[in-house]
Nanobody, 123 residues
Framework: QVQLVESGGGLVQAGGSLRLSCVGS????????MGWFRRALGKEREFVAA???????DISDSVKGRFTISRDSSRNQMYLQMNSLKYEDTAVYYC?????????????????WGQGTQVTVSS
């Protein structure tokens, strides 16, 4: 069974930091492009960041300079370091993977999804 599992979410004060992790199982994701998306209450799912198998990255303007995406393909893991968190970063964060080397910002281009982890930033 192919799975992606996120962890690391929680409650943090504005200005604080969190590090999200995503672990894949059931297959190797080393050749995949992997990404982070988020969905705030009452809003559409939003692209946050993505990283290719060669560690080329794409970061949404809304988090650029504050969030960093990285991966450890040997461990089938991906990370999202979130610094200087703002109230508007509050959302459920999802990791996703697509079996090609091209970055895409559309959620429907990703084949595998985790269940999500809640990030709540208090103002």
């Amino acid at each position: 069974q192919v799975q992606l599992v996120e962890s690391g979410g929680g409650l943090v004060q504005a200005g604080g930091s969190l590090r999200l992790s995503c672990v894949g199982s059931g297959r190797s994701f080393s050749a995949d492009t992997m990404g982070w998306f988020r969905r705030a209450l009452g809003k559409e799912r939003e692209f946050v960041a993505a990283i290719t198998s060669t560690s080329t990255t794409d970061i949404s303007d809304s988090v650029k300079g504050r969030f960093t995406i990285s991966r450890d393909s040997s461990r089938n893991q991906m990370y999202l370091q979130m610094n200087s968190l703002k109230y508007e970063d509050t959302a459920v964060y999802y990791c996703a993977a697509r079996g090609t080397s091209w970055i895409r910002r559309s959620a429907d281009r990703y084949e595998y999804w985790g269940q999500g982890t809640q990030v709540t930033v208090s103002s």
